[in-house]
């Protein structure tokens, strides 16, 4: 019999999330039965959304995982194998082929791909596909272009940034003076409102989220944006990654292709110990983190 510890929402977020919102709570799990499978979470991705995001107060908090298969029922799912899954910041699952709220079931990791598994969280997971899709799909970058990324040295964006530079694009951390052809924006609010009074004409943004305002109680109010989209006849489009989630094979195999050429790097910062995930995630609010915030266990 195996115990599971999980973190649960207890309190509402509000404001800042404070260690009194979750609790870290014990459940002994049952045996696995046919077509199941049981695996130990390894890492534990904490993320913006998980404070943006409505979660239900007693359910586990939203998260994925990188996880090694200890027991199975499920032939295509074999012990010693590791996935990549989307089922919340808990030590132990037990899961099958069914999919996560993603829509996609546990992702087999191939043993060859010779990149670190923790990699399936960030520059091969979910925030390294937001930079891939999110710019190279709806930015459509060009060499020589100026390209400005909000939250640069975070996960998703320092990727982007380094895309960027593949590109021969010009990534730059604020505004330019020649002005902005591109901006990747994770932060929203008025920093967002004054990038936008240096867009150049035809300039295209990718909004891939906006955590100035996560932790606010208020309703922010900003600068109108209407004038400037309409006189430089801007592009902005808002994704969320799962509208990719077909072609998430093809990111994954371009990043990895680009960090094993040494194009890209993945910059970690790693806490150790389950008990810890919630001071990594409001670590990562704090912005103490560069590149991917992740919990080894
Ligand atoms: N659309 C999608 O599908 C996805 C969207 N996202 C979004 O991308 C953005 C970046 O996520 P991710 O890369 O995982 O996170 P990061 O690794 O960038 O971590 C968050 C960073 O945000 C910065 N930050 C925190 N609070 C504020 C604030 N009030 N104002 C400005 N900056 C702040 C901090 O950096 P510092 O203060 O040091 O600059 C912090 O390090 C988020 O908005 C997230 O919601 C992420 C994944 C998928
Ligand atoms: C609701 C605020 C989302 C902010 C942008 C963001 O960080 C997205 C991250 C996605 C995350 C989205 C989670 C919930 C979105 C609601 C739609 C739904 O799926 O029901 C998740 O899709 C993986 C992250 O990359």
């Known amino acids: 019999m195996v115990k599971a510890k999980k973190f649960v929402l207890i309190n509402q977020f509000s404001g800042f999330p404070k260690e009194s919102d979750v609790e870290i709570q014990e459940e002994e799990l049952p045996e696995i039965k046919d077509g199941e499978f049981l695996c130990e979470s390894l890492y534990i991705s904490v993320d913006p959304y998980q404070r943006a ?17 200890i027991e199975s029922k499920n032939p295509e799912y074999p012990v010693g194998k590791h996935v990549v899954g989307h089922y919340g910041w808990k030590t132990h699952h037990i899961l099958d082929n069914s999919p996560s709220r993603l829509g996609i079931p546990p992702k087999i990791i191939p043993d060859d791909l010779g990149v670190n598994l923790s990699h399936f ?53 604020e505004s330019a003076p020649e002005g902005v052809d591109i901006y990747f924006d994770n932060v929203g609010g008025e920093i967002s409102a004054i990038v936008l009074k240096h867009m150049k004409e035809y300039g295209r943004i990718s909004v891939c989220g906006s955590i100035s305002s996560y ?83």
């Open 215 to 297: 932790n606010e109680k208020e309703e922010i109010r900003v600068p109108l944006v209407q004038r400037d989209m309409v006189s430089k006849q801007l592009k902005m489009e808002g994704f969320l990654i799962k509208q990719f989630v077909d072609y998430f094979s093809e990111g994954v195999y371009e990043n990895a292709r680009w960090l094993k050429q040494g194009k890209l790097k993945s910059k970690e910062t790693i806490t150790k110990g389950f008990e810890n995930t919630f001071q990594a995630f409001t670590n990562m609010l704090r912005g103490k983190n560069f590149g991917k915030a992740l919990v080894e266990l």
């Open 53 to 69: 995001y409505p979660q239900k107060t007693g359910d586990v908090i939203m998260g994925s995982q990188v996880a090694k298969i």
């Open 121 to 173: 969280l960030g520059v091969l997971g979910l925030t390294g596909l937001s930079a891939y899709f999110g710019f190279l799909k709806i930015c459509r970058p060009k060499a020589g272009e100026t390209v400005v990324i909000s939250a640069a040295a975070g996960a998703v964006g320092s990727i982007v940034g380094q895309l960027a530079k593949n590109r021969q694009c010009k990534a730059l951390k």
